[in-house]
Each structure stands twice: as C-alpha cells, then as structure tokens.
C-alpha cells in the first residue's frame, strides 16, 4: 500500500551534493515517475526521496507525493 520514489545521483564535488539531492527530487516529479501509484487506489503513500553521494558522504531529501 506504500510506494517509493528513489532517483540516486552522483557528485562531482562536495560544495553541489545539496544541490544534486534537490535535482534528483525535483526529476521525480518533472518525469512523472511516480504518476502510475498517484492515480490508483490501491496505494495510499507515495514517497519520493532524492539521493545524492559524494566518495563516502550521502546526501538525503524527501517528500511525500500522496
């Protein structure tokens, strides 16, 4: 009944995983891939989560869609 979004994103440097983790959420909801589970019953939550590493550093982001 729940799904999950997750786009993951490489950084070339440290100074843009923030940004990187922002693009990879925002690219979610531009392409519409979550757009099957938003127009169905059948899932109640949708969450969609940005990632972005950097070598051994993550980055985070997320947002609930429905």
Do not use: H, M, P, W
Request: glycine letters at 4%; proline letters at 0%.
């Amino acid at each position: 009944r729940t799904a999950v979004i997750i786009e993951i994103k490489k950084a070339d440097y440290l100074a843009d995983i923030d940004e990187i983790k922002a693009l990879a959420l925002k690219q979610i909801e531009e392409k519409g891939y979550a757009e099957t589970y938003l127009n169905t019953d059948f899932v109640s939550d949708v969450f969609a989560y940005g990632i972005c590493f950097y070598k051994n550093d993550c980055k985070v982001t997320g947002k609930k869609l429905k």
